[in-house]
């Protein structure tokens, strides 16, 4: 019998990388998609419509696929954007959580069965870091409305964990990107940006706090470890990052450097980017994963860098070869 998996967050740069790594893996993959988009009509096949904001649905959806293992990683994933709607932020990326772990509680009763919870927590719950390298035993600091709603998930989930025998695990992530990346996050703006300033699609690139540093690594070695988090015996939370940390300002110059421009050429500070907390050095001590999970990262920072360039390059050449046809 092949295993079931339900991806809450599916179309997000994450639910791609790991719905193609589950069905590698020979599983029945499920996903939950929101109702938000317009003109939206029948959900894709083994797909289902759920707005985290509310999860009224969540029992019908659980009882229909009936899932082995559950990754929630639907949120309201922006940052800077949860200053801008914190109650939204807090329902979905917070209270959503809360949802998705009651319809559970709910459905194993009903059916007995022991169903596998992972949820995306995040290091931007260190916030403000009170030691670095930051491990699963750094105290959180949260620094926007998305780290509080964050830290909320973080805490049900072992609630669950410890009040009703769940197994329910936390996977807390450094920051993962790729050609997938939303182009809101500040990776991708380079990537896309550096793509149209070398086609001679546009000038310049506006950006915030390029001081800030990160822990970057590739999405795709990061699904593994989520799957990894939900094969261990005894349910547990687990820090997932490179153990190393870069600036923006280095993230531009590997950007810039693989198609052999100068980002300081083209490079501006705009102020609306700033954040009104932000969060200035995440940096993760990925020990316990690699003992116990066996989990190392394979995609560097450089590569990361020239990768998600050369995929801009591609889609961007694309776009433009349409956009003079139809001219
Ligand atoms: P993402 O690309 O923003 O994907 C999140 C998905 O959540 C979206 O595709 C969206 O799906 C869904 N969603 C948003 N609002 C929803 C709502 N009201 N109801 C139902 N679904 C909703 O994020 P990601 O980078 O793949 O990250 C996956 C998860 O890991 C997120 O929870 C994020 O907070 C967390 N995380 C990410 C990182 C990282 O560096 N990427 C690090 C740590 C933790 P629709 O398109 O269907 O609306
Ligand atoms: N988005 C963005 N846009 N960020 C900018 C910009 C800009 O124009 N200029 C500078 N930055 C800085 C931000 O201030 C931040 O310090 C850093 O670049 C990274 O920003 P993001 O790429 O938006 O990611 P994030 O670190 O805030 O959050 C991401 O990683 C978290 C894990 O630590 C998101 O994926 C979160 O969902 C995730 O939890």
């Keep these: 019998m092949k295993r079931v998996a339900l991806i809450t967050g599916i179309n997000g740069q994450d639910g791609y990388y790991l719905s193609r790594f589950l ?63 914190p109650v939204y932020t807090a329902e979905v990326t917070g209270v959503g959580t809360l949802r998705l772990l009651e ?85 991708r703006k380079i990537t896309k940006a550096v793509a149209r300033i070398k086609l001679e699609m546009q000038d310049k690139l506006y950006l915030g706090n390029i001081d800030a540093k990160r822990d970057w690594g590739f999405a795709g070695d990061y699904v593994e470890a989520m799957w990894l988090i939900l094969q261990q015996d005894k349910p547990d939370d687990f820090v ?13 110059e590997a950007a810039f450097g693989a198609v052999d421009l100068d980002w300081k050429q083209y490079v501006e500070i705009d102020p609306q980017y700033y954040r009104p907390a932000e969060v200035e050095l995440l940096c993760a001590d990925p020990s316990k994963a690699r003992q116990k999970l066996n989990w190392e990262p394979k995609v560097s920072f450089e590569e990361l860098a020239r990768l998600m360039v050369e995929a801009d390059m591609r889609l961007t050449q694309q776009e433009k070869i349409l956009s003079e046809a139809s001219s």
Aim: with cysteine; glycine share 6%; proline share 6%.
């Design 23 to 85: 069905k590698s893996k020979d599983y029945d993959v499920h996903g939950i998609t929101s109702c938000s988009k317009p003109g939206i009509g029948e959900p894709p096949e083994n797909c289902y419509y759920c707005d985290f904001a509310e999860g009224s649905n969540l029992n019908q959806i659980l009882g229909t696929v009936q899932p082995d293992e559950i990754y929630h990683l639907a949120a309201q994933s922006h940052v800077r954007l949860s200053f801008d709607i």
């Design 103 to 187: 319809a559970l509680r709910y459905y194993e009763e009903q059916s007995q069965k022991k169903i596998r919870f992972y949820q995306a927590s995040s290091s931007e719950m260190f916030g403000k870091v009170v030691e670095s390298p930051q491990s699963e035993t750094t105290p959180f600091h949260p620094r926007s409305p998305y780290a509080c709603a964050k830290v909320f998930s973080y805490w049900q989930t072992i609630n669950y964990r410890e009040s009703y025998g769940m197994y329910a695990c936390n996977g807390i992530l450094f920051n993962h990107e790729s050609p997938r990346r939303g182009e809101a996050f500040v990776t």
């Design 240 to 252: 997932i990052g490179t153990g190393k940390t870069h600036s923006v300002r280095e993230f531009l």
